[in-house]
């Protein structure tokens, strides 16, 4: 059974932007942390943001300023706008909630040059 449902990935030029979404069940998106996650070819999955019941955020230093993450609690769903791009940003996108242990299937977002 799907938890995370995650939409939005793609192709973009450098200094383009996406959003991404991830719908989750009520139950899920009301007792979780939501974070969003990244991992690209030959490397580690990284922490990329959060955003908690209450709405605080926070970003890993490689996006600050250039990515947001907003929560709409009327539809259980988390959001990430990317903006300014990057080609190291490219990845596979993974929505999670924690600690409740629910991952996304992943989105690919590539970012070309």
């Known amino acids: 059974q799907v938890q995370l449902v995650e939409s939005g990935g793609g192709l973009v030029q450098a200094g383009g932007s996406l959003r991404l979404s991830c719908a989750a069940s009520r139950s899920i998106f009301n007792l979780n942390v939501m974070h969003w996650y990244r991992q690209a070819p030959g490397k580690q999955r990284e922490w990329v943001a959060h955003i908690t019941t209450g709405g605080s955020t926070n970003y890993a230093d490689s996006v600050k300023g250039r990515f947001t993450i907003s929560r709409d609690n009327a539809k259980n769903t988390v959001y990430l706008q990317m903006n300014s791009l990057k080609p190291e940003d490219t990845a596979v996108y993974y929505c999670?909630?924690?600690?409740?242990?629910?991952w996304g299937q992943g989105t690919q977002v590539t970012v070309s040059s």
């Open positions: 999670a909630a924690l600690p409740g242990g629910f």
